[in-house]
């Protein structure tokens, strides 16, 4: 159930873009995702409940397929403070409470 | 407001020992959620109660118990601890139920020798 991240690690220049990949084998009701810092607790980025539908949090932007149940996390013009572990979350249709299932991450560097 | 609040910040254990770790979640928040992350797994679901009620419980042992209290705050319980259970837990509150961002806890660091 967990889902799938890739690639697991990136680096980029100050400026560049990259993009995360969040795949599930299991029909997803919402994709979260979650930046850590080394060393400091996950911090919320966003929440995406419809199939095609995209967030934005500053320059980071993210789109949610239902049907492929694939999320992607496009990381636009990157800053150092991008920088930490990704994490995308997902909970699954039919769950009752609050359960999610997280990848394993993705890790980023932005250098200057 | 003050954030979610883990207590210990560190603990070392000894194989076959039990340890509790407590959770304050945000003032009004009645979903507390466990969190076990290790370099290799990433964060995995341990378990999430909400009004004092478990209502979901991840793939872990028996010996991974939590409960919580009429304030909302919580505690998770690991009994017979083994080498594998070294790992940083983390809480999460949200304010009511699914859908909601999480607020995490910097987590308890436990070592088990």
């Known amino acids: 159930q967990q889902p799938v991240q890739s690639p697991q690690a990136v680096i980029l220049r100050e400026g560049e873009d990259a993009v995360i990949n969040c795949s599930s084998s299991?029909?997803?009701?919402?994709v979260h995702w979650y930046r850590q810092k080394h060393g400091e607790a996950p911090v919320f980025l966003m929440i995406?409940?419809?199939?095609?539908e995209q967030m934005r949090h500053e320059k980071i932007s993210a789109s949610f397929n239902e049907k492929k149940q694939q999320s992607s996390l496009y990381l636009t013009a990157s800053q150092l403070s991008y920088s930490g572990t990704y994490f995308c979350?997902?909970?699954?249709?039919?769950?009752?409470?609050?359960?999610?299932?997280f990848g394993k991450g993705t890790s980023l560097l932005v250098t200057p | 407001k003050a954030g979610v609040t883990q207590t210990p910040r560190y603990l070392i254990k000894t194989r076959g020992q039990q340890v509790t770790l407590s959770c304050s979640p945000i003032?009004?928040?009645?979903?507390v959620s466990w969190y076990q992350q290790t370099p290799g797994q990433g964060l995995q679901f341990l378990f999430e109660?909400?009004?004092?009620?478990?209502?979901n419980k991840g793939n872990f042992p028996g010996r991974f118990s939590g409960r919580q209290f009429s304030n909302s705050r919580s505690e998770m319980n690991v009994s017979t601890l083994e080498l594998g259970d070294s790992a940083l837990y983390l809480c999460?509150?949200?304010?009511?139920?699914?859908?909601?961002?999480?607020?995490f806890g910097s987590g308890t660091q436990l070592s088990v020798l």
């Open positions: 999460a509150s949200s304010h009511l139920s699914t859908n909601e961002k999480l607020f």
């Open positions: 299991k029909a997803l009701y919402s």
């Open positions: 995406l409940l419809k199939g095609g």
């Open positions: 979350g997902t909970e699954g249709k039919g769950n009752s409470g609050y359960a999610l299932n």
């Open positions: 003032s009004g928040h009645r979903s």
């Open positions: 109660y909400f009004s004092e009620t478990q209502r």
